[in-house]
């Protein structure tokens, strides 16, 4: 018997974290019943088997209720004023272009924000006080889930917007607030995890989606109507952090640079098919330096020390760690190598805005393959291969021909939405919400996405036995998850007896 979870044991500790929230609400502890809510929502979009919860939806609704006091009167909106509730607080998600937006289209707008104990990332609040026409909110550190629900509702209120745009994370604990605002203020949601479950899909009215993919999810997994859905596809915002420079290696004559750059998780799956390619580049031009920039991790760094070590590398793989100056090594690099098998739009858009051709291989009938989705909006043309022959066709064209690669780095910049586009788009959709480019939702096989997410458990990246243990407690557990409780106790007999 294997002792990792299996997707039949997660679905089991999510539904005893439910039960834990249902019966907590029903005693009234509204706090302990967010906190289950939002660990098995962290469950939920770790392994994605649902993208939106009925029960769950219901629940947030009854605590609502529950909080925040329904005071039956005609609520009176502020014609042209819109709030931009913001969770992440950084650069490099969606509210500056937003926020950018909205000041384009003559909107007054106010931001509103809890404030954060660390800045770990650059936040966005200098930024903001800039901003012509536009009031800034900064709450104090909320001292409960439900006094952060309560501050939020009160403040959005008092403010009397016309329309609210939500930039939240896929686990807010501020839904509450949400379903409880007037029918009168228009609620819009980024969908920025449009590839994962998310809470909040009855607190709003529109789904702001910026591609085709999430379209598709959001109409066939979530409930969505077509006439909720608006589609504006974003462009990437620059920080203009100074660039670090490369070691000796990528800067002798004649070298190529290839760069990638990924959370480590999506290039490590069972077949290790991104690192094949690798290996094939480098094994075929002597003039490629390879460049990978990802985050520690004991995992990935383990993998990559043999894959440098056990391949002779090491003069021409150079991990690069985290760069806080990403924009500008994608700008001093020959090509970017997009990941598999999963990708990301946003390095694959500081490709396009800096002229960087791009390399991209998927696996035969990946859905969610947005290189073409996140780039190609004023021309179609094709950018990724799911054929590997193709694909070393393609890097051996843009490794020896530096005109094709110049002219595919043109051809991508030209493609992208541009920031005057974004922000007409922006005006023209919320003026009338009505998409302005028309939806085209396809079908998949989910179950690729399923065995992708799943894949993250096997590996080890993620830990859901001592998660789910943890949160359950040893009672709990047994009852509601007993296959979980005892492969917990059978990690626990081994390791005792030195085996693990």
């Not at 629940?59 to 931009?84: A, D, F, G, Q, W």
């Not at 004559?253 to 390619?277: P, Q, T």
């Not at 094939?280 to 993998?303: H, W």
């Not at 690099?333 to 002229?355: E, F, H, I, W």
Request: glycine share 4%; aromatic share 12%; proline share 5%.
């Amino acid at each position: 018997m294997s002792l990792k979870l299996n997707i039949s044991d997660i679905k089991q500790g999510y539904a005893g974290l439910k039960k834990l929230a249902k019966s907590s609400i029903e005693e009234e502890d509204i706090e302990k019943a967010l906190a289950y809510i939002k660990h098995a929502s962290i469950l939920a979009q770790q392994f994605n088997w649902i993208y939106t919860d009925e029960e769950t939806e219901n629940m947030l609704l009854h605590i609502s209720k529950s909080i925040i006091p329904n005071t039956k009167v005609k609520y009176e909106t502020v014609n042209n004023r819109v709030v931009l509730y913001d969770e992440f607080c950084v650069s490099f998600v969606l509210a500056i272009q937003y926020l950018d937006a909205l000041i384009a289209a003559g909107k007054e707008i106010v931001y509103i924000a809890f404030e954060k104990p660390q800045r770990r990332y650059g936040l966005i609040f200098d930024y903001v006080q800039t901003l012509p026409n536009t009031k800034v909110v900064i709450l104090p550190l909320p001292k409960s889930k439900v006094d952060a629900n309560q501050q939020l509702y009160q403040t959005i209120v008092d403010n009397h917007p016309e329309k609210l745009l939500l930039h939240i994370e896929g686990t807010s604990s501020c839904i509450p607030a949400l379903d409880a605002l007037p029918v009168e203020i228009q609620t819009y949601i980024i969908n920025l995890a449009d590839q994962t479950f998310w809470l909040g899909t009855k607190a709003i009215d529109y789904i702001l989606e910026f591609r085709q993919f999430g379209v598709s999810v959001s109409q066939q997994r979530r409930g969505i109507r077509p006439e909720q859905q608006l589609l504006v596809p974003f462009y990437p915002i620059i920080d203009n952090n100074p660039f670090q420079g490369f070691p000796p290696e990528c800067t002798e004559d004649g070298k190529v640079l290839l760069f990638a750059g990924c959370d480590i998780y999506k290039v490590l799956d069972e077949k290790r098919m991104f690192w094949h390619l690798v290996k094939r580049i480098l094994d075929t031009y002597p003039e490629v330096v390879f460049l990978f920039a990802t985050k520690g991790d004991e995992i990935g760094m383990d993998f990559l020390r043999h894959f440098i070590l056990d391949n002779h590398y090491e003069s021409r793989f150079i991990y690069t760690k985290f760069r806080p100056d990403i924009n500008e090594v994608l700008a001093h690099v020959d090509v970017y190598m997009g990941t598999c098998p999963a990708s990301g739009s946003l390095m694959s858009q500081l490709a396009a805005r800096n002229a960087t051709p791009i390399l991209q291989y998927y696996y035969p009938g990946t859905p969610d393959d947005e290189t073409e989705q996140a780039i190609c909006v004023n021309n179609q043309f094709q950018i990724s291969y799911q054929d590997e022959e193709s694909f070393m066709q393609e890097a051996g064209k843009l490794i020896r021909d530096r005109e094709y690669r110049i002219s595919q780095g043109i051809k991508l910049r030209k493609a992208m939405i541009s920031i005057f586009q974004f922000n007409q788009l922006v005006d023209e959709t919320l003026l009338t919400n009505k998409t302005q480019i028309p939806l085209a939702p396809y079908t998949f096989d989910y179950l690729q996405l399923d065995e992708r997410w799943f894949a993250l458990e096997k590996a080890g990246f993620i830990d859901s036995t001592n998660y789910l243990y943890g949160l359950l407690g040893a009672k709990n557990c047994f009852r509601f998850a007993p296959a979980l409780f005892f492969k917990k106790q059978c990690k626990r007999l081994l390791k005792h007896c030195g085996l693990i």
